[in-house]
């Protein structure tokens, strides 16, 4: 009766138990030994050597640029220094700029010398005025002028004018003045004679010429309008101002 609650196994299953618990027996041990192996090679390392990390070089240039500040003790950037040169010396902008400020002065020196000299010249050997100037040719009205009829002012203004233009292109040089002229024209428009006024004239040869030959290349004019074909020959009075702007 004591044996009835034993359970017996089969020797297969002991055999194959026994092999199990060694196996986890062996595998217990290396693990053990693996575990005290590196324990004990780490503990033989010097410590500097588990606690050293290698900078990097970024950092390393930083530092030593901190250091030179403290050990100097002032700035030693050279970008004040680069600036610095710069100032002292001109750009080629400036000294383009210079030389031609030099070249300019220069210029005008000699230009005033040159005017200083050019006094002495008669007025017609003076050199025209230096910049372009637009020349102008008028005929204003007379003072104290008065007409005969309408139709004999609206003759005069016609022929007024083409004597202007016929001025304006004769007018070539730098002289300025106002010329008084007379003229007498024929019914048909012929100029029969024409003189310059010198007392009422300016002084000037070359003016009083080139009017007077405007009247005389102006010729002929228009035939009188029919409410003045009854007059044989009609005189008029003209003013040709010569001027430069």
């Known amino acids: 009766m004591s044996g009835a609650g034993r359970i017996t196994l089969p020797s297969s299953h002991i055999f194959c138990y ?3 618990m060694k196996e986890n027996t062996l595998f217990y041990r290396c693990l053990a030994f693996s575990a005290i192996f590196h324990a004990g090679l780490i503990a033989a390392l010097p410590y500097h050597i588990l606690t050293y990390a290698p900078s990097q ?3 390393e240039v930083a530092y030593v640029q901190s250091f030179g500040h403290e050990k100097e003790g002032r700035d030693i950037s ?3 220094v680069a600036q610095k040169e710069r100032i002292q010396t001109p750009s080629p902008q400036i ?3 210079e030389d031609r400020k030099n070249i300019l002065d220069d210029f005008l020196k ?3 010398f040159r005017q200083e000299r050019e006094e002495d010249l008669p007025q017609q050997m003076k050199p025209a005025a230096e910049g372009p100037k637009k020349k102008s040719v008028q005929t204003p009205n007379i003072p104290g ?3 005969q009829s309408p139709e004999y002012k609206n003759y005069y203004q016609i022929v007024r004018e083409k004597i202007r233009r016929q001025a304006y292109r004769n007018y070539r040089h730098i002289q300025e003045g106002e010329v008084f002229l007379t ?3 024929t019914r048909s428009g012929e100029l029969k004679e024409a003189h310059v006024d010198t007392a009422k004239s300016v002084n000037d040869e070359y003016l009083r010429r080139i009017a007077l030959e405007s009247v005389q290349e102006s010729s002929p004019f228009p035939e009188f309008p029919i409410k003045l074909q009854d007059k044989e020959q009609l005189a008029f009075n003209v003013i040709i101002s010569f001027e430069l702007k």
Do not use: C, D, G, M
């Open 145 to 147: 002028e008065v007409f």
């Open 110 to 112: 000699a230009e005033i």
């Open 57 to 59: 070089r970024p950092i």
């Open 78 to 80: 050279p970008e004040p």
């Open 95 to 97: 000294q383009a700029s």
């Open 183 to 185: 003229f007498t024209l």
């Open 18 to 20: 026994n092999i199990a």
